[in-house]
């Protein structure tokens, strides 16, 4: 008997073990709908992106229509022909030629996203045009990518550890590190691609000058400088021993399901060998033709990496570390990060968020993100961002 009313206890024990995990079974459905409700959105592959009405994304909908037809009346008004625009701009340069394609750009166009959805868009955003030092934040994101999987072991390391082939052997620049070219302070003296460094932006009214600048030390002077960037990009393919496209491709656009329209140009003698194979360095901007030439909707994805930390859905494509990194204000440049310029103190963009920053190129190409207000703006030939970005954000309802 003791059996069988111990057998009876244990059936009742169970029985109220049973209802206890059903009632807290029923309890954890709506906390496990609710954080499914929650998750970011993310848009599906090429094409597919969901759009939201401008009340509902958190927008005061006469007003946007005024800033989006605020950014249509100031867009680019220079010619379309961007080989003779960029002859035009920098031919006072010594050694200036065009050695990368170049292509007639589109007219003005842009899009704005809030909460990943798409909240306003005008203009022919699938064209691609090409998109000038918005490739800088490109290539620093590709450095980004050697950093987090080791290929760089520090920041702080000097290049001439990795790249062993005289370029940066002198004393002057076996200083450098790769933090250095990241944020423009490396003042590397040399020639690449048949342009001298010095050659780029001169200073001074003196061209005799121009090619025995005073050199400063490494980390002590921002000076923006394509051949540079170049050099970082050179270096980069050294590091990853196959072209950038490549890498950027298969590790992020792909991922974040961009278009497979783009494309990331060097120059016409910026091929190397790297272990028999002859690879392409591809420069950081069209200074002289090349760079990335690219859609806005797959210049928006890029934003919208940047504006969730680096990750798409449940995976971290870009080390939270470096982004943040990245975003860290140069110490003799305070608006400037790695190849990203940032609004610290509100001081390139007053209506906006320190927080914010941006991809910026000649003609008007702007990535702005503002995580603050959950925002992606991206201008294509609309020079005028401060003015443009003042009238989006005074069309959020929360800005009243």
């Given at each position: 008997?003791?059996?069988h009313?111990?057998c009876?206890?244990?059936q009742?024990s169970?029985?109220?073990?049973?209802?206890?995990l059903?009632?807290?079974a029923v309890?954890?459905?709506?906390?496990?709908?609710?954080?499914?409700q929650?998750?970011?959105?993310f848009?599906e592959?090429?094409?597919?992106?969901?759009?939201?009405a401008?009340?509902?994304?958190?927008?005061d909908?006469e007003?946007?229509?005024?800033?989006?037809e605020?950014?249509k009346?100031?867009a680019?008004?220079?010619?379309?022909?961007?080989a003779?625009v960029?002859a035009?701009?920098?031919s006072r340069e010594?050694h200036?030629?065009?050695?990368g394609?170049?292509?007639?750009?589109g007219?003005?166009?842009?899009?704005?996203i809030r909460?990943?959805?798409?909240?306003?868009e005008?203009?022919?955003?699938d064209?691609?045009?090409m998109?000038f030092s918005v490739?800088?934040s490109?290539?620093?994101t590709?450095?980004?990518?050697?950093?987090d999987?080791?290929l760089i072991r520090?920041?702080?390391?000097?290049?001439?550890?990795?790249?062993?082939?005289?370029?940066?052997?002198?004393?002057?620049?076996?200083?450098i590190?790769?933090h250095?070219l990241?944020n423009?302070t490396?003042d590397?003296?040399?020639?690449?691609?048949g342009?001298?460094d010095?050659?780029?932006?001169p200073?001074g009214?003196?061209?005799q000058q121009?090619p025995?600048?005073?050199?400063r030390?490494?980390?002590?002077?921002m000076k923006?400088n394509?051949?540079?960037v170049?050099?970082?990009?050179y270096a980069?393919?050294?590091?990853?021993?196959?072209?950038?496209?490549?890498?950027?491709?298969?590790?992020i656009?792909?991922?974040?399901g961009?278009?497979?329209?783009?494309?990331?140009?060097g120059?016409?003698?910026?091929w190397i060998n790297?272990?028999?194979?002859r690879?392409?360095?591809?420069?950081g901007?069209?200074?002289w033709?090349?760079g990335?030439f690219?859609?806005?909707r797959?210049?928006a994805?890029?934003?919208?990496l940047?504006?969730r930390?680096?990750?798409?859905r449940d995976?971290?494509?870009?080390?939270?570390q470096?982004?943040?990194?990245?975003m860290?204000p140069?110490d003799v440049r305070?608006d400037?990060?790695?190849m990203?310029?940032?609004?610290t103190?509100?001081?390139r963009?007053a209506a906006?968020?320190?927080s914010?920053?941006?991809?910026?190129?000649?003609g008007?190409?702007?990535?702005?993100?503002?995580?603050?207000?959950d925002l992606?703006?991206?201008?294509?030939w609309?020079?005028?961002?401060?003015a443009?970005?003042?009238?989006?954000?005074?069309a959020?309802?929360d800005?009243d």
């Amino acid at each position: 008997m003791l059996h069988h009313a111990g057998c009876g206890k244990t059936q009742r024990s169970r029985f109220r073990i049973e209802q206890l995990l059903l009632f807290f079974a029923v309890l954890a459905v709506p906390v496990v709908e609710l954080g499914a409700q929650q998750r970011p959105y993310f848009p599906e592959a090429w094409g597919q992106w969901e759009t939201r009405a401008a009340e509902r994304a958190g927008f005061d909908p006469e007003k946007l229509s005024a800033a989006v037809e605020f950014a249509k009346q100031h867009a680019n008004e220079d010619s379309k022909d961007l080989a003779q625009v960029i002859a035009a701009s920098f031919s006072r340069e010594p050694h200036f030629s065009l050695i990368g394609p170049t292509n007639p750009r589109g007219d003005a166009n842009g899009m704005i996203i809030r909460g990943g959805y798409i909240v306003a868009e005008w203009g022919d955003t699938d064209r691609v045009d090409m998109t000038f030092s918005v490739t800088k934040s490109y290539l620093s994101t590709v450095a980004g990518l050697a950093l987090d999987q080791g290929l760089i072991r520090d920041v702080h390391d000097p290049v001439r550890v990795y790249v062993r082939d005289g370029t940066f052997d002198s004393s002057h620049n076996s200083k450098i590190t790769w933090h250095h070219l990241l944020n423009q302070t490396s003042d590397w003296s040399g020639e690449l691609w048949g342009k001298p460094d010095w050659a780029d932006r001169p200073t001074g009214d003196d061209p005799q000058q121009w090619p025995h600048r005073q050199l400063r030390e490494p980390g002590t002077f921002m000076k923006y400088n394509d051949v540079r960037v170049n050099l970082l990009a050179y270096a980069l393919t050294h590091v990853f021993r196959k072209p950038l496209p490549v890498v950027l491709r298969e590790q992020i656009m792909d991922p974040i399901g961009a278009s497979p329209t783009w494309r990331w140009h060097g120059y016409e003698n910026s091929w190397i060998n790297i272990d028999g194979q002859r690879i392409q360095s591809v420069s950081g901007g069209g200074h002289w033709g090349g760079g990335m030439f690219i859609a806005t909707r797959d210049q928006a994805r890029f934003g919208l990496l940047f504006l969730r930390n680096g990750a798409w859905r449940d995976q971290q494509l870009v080390s939270k570390q470096w982004i943040a990194a990245a975003m860290t204000p140069t110490d003799v440049r305070r608006d400037y990060g790695y190849m990203w310029w940032l609004n610290t103190d509100k001081a390139r963009i007053a209506a906006a968020p320190a927080s914010s920053f941006y991809a910026a190129g000649f003609g008007g190409n702007y990535i702005f993100v503002d995580r603050d207000n959950d925002l992606v703006v991206v201008l294509r030939w609309t020079p005028q961002l401060p003015a443009v970005l003042k009238e989006i954000l005074s069309a959020l309802r929360d800005s009243d």
